[in-house]
């Protein structure tokens, strides 16, 4: 079974900064694009950042400004600088891959907690 492995989460002040990682099995050849997504309970899943294989990114509104996104193509390692962080942040941090043919891979979620 294809394991996507996410580490960094934690409890972080209002205004911190956290770095979450994820990394894929080179198993999985020819991942497209990888990114992070967001859940909070009783809520849809969203869309927090991804960056194709040429660099292309994409950010969440709500995050935009604030978040960086970077990848390593050849460790099929995706990650996430978060910084100026907010309460509204918290959330379970899940890490997508996704290959040139659409098969997509998650990860099983990283706690992020901000609090004073």
């Known amino acids: 079974q294809v394991q996507i492995v996410e580490s960094g989460g934690g409890l972080v002040q209002p205004g911190g900064s956290l770095r979450l990682s994820c990394a894929a099995p080179?198993?999985?050849?020819?991942?497209?694009?990888m990114g992070w997504y967001r859940q909070t309970p009783g809520k849809q899943r969203e869309l927090v950042a991804t960056?194709?294989?040429?660099?292309?990114?994409n950010y969440g509104d709500s995050v935009r400004g604030r978040f960086t996104i970077s990848r390593d193509n050849a460790e099929n390692t995706v990650y996430l600088q978060m910084n100026s962080l907010k309460s509204e942040d918290t959330a379970v941090y899940y890490c997508?891959?996704?290959?040139?043919?659409?098969?997509?891979?998650w990860g099983q979620g990283t706690q992020v907690t901000v609090s004073s």
């Open positions: 997508n891959a996704m290959t040139a043919t659409g098969v997509g891979y």
């Open positions: 960056a194709t294989r040429g660099g292309v990114t």
């Open positions: 080179r198993s999985i050849f020819n991942i497209y694009v």
